[in-house]
């Protein structure tokens, strides 16, 4: 079971509690500041072109994921928050004693970078503690393993990323973990 969200505010948040929230960085967190008019054109004459169905949106996204990732190695358009004004009240809105950490699926020797681009996007990178799959295990293994010591100390425990399978493998490895799933779908607009 997970929630799907388009801000930090609709994440339920009990202040009671001792609370550990663990965020994903790509897509959850941080975006990236590139030309969605543009990119959103170059679908449309796709779509005429290769006859791709307009109602197919997993087709159109996968495109638009494609098409992000050009822009940003041509035009070196730099990253933007997803949503500071939620995360920010979200950060406001937990029990003193608890504590957001970040979890992503990039490689720890871009741990310098990462921190910036949490600079960038207007949060104190060095603040938090990121920690690195590396896509060498799942989210849900890697929480289960590395992570145990937290699962345990913390009341409530939030898990929220953009991706589904690595929701998935939250709920499978570790249940009690409460999921959310954050979706941008800004790119049809
Ligand atoms: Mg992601």
Redesign the pocket.
């Known amino acids: 079971m997970f929630t799907t969200i388009k801000s930090f505010d609709q994440i339920y948040i009990d202040n009671t509690k001792k609370t550990l929230i663990i965020c ?5 967190i941080l975006t990236l500041d590139v030309p969605y008019d543009k990119i959103n054109n170059f679908i449309k004459s796709d779509i005429e072109r290769q006859l791709i169905d307009k109602n197919n949106k997993q087709e159109i996204y996968r495109r638009y994921k494609e098409y992000k990732t050009y822009y940003k190695l041509i035009n070196r358009h730099s990253y933007k928050h997803t949503d500071k004004t939620g995360f920010q009240n979200m950060e406001k809105k937990i029990h003193p004693e608890s504590r957001i950490c970040f979890l ?2 990039r490689s720890v020797k871009y741990h310098v970078k990462t921190i910036e681009d949490l600079n960038i996007i207007g949060l104190e990178g060095k603040k938090y503690n990121i920690n690195y799959t590396e896509n060498i295990v799942t989210k849900g293994e890697f929480i289960k393993n590395f992570m145990s010591d937290e699962v345990e100390e913390y009341e409530d425990i939030i898990f929220i ?3 589904h399978n ?1 929701i998935s493998s939250v709920i499978a490895h570790v249940p009690k973990i409460r999921c959310y799933k954050f979706t941008i779908d800004d790119y049809m607009n």
Do not use: E
């Not at 994903?24 to 959850?28: E, G, L, N, Y």
């Open positions: 994903d960085i790509d897509d959850t992503t699926a990323d953009d991706n690595f």
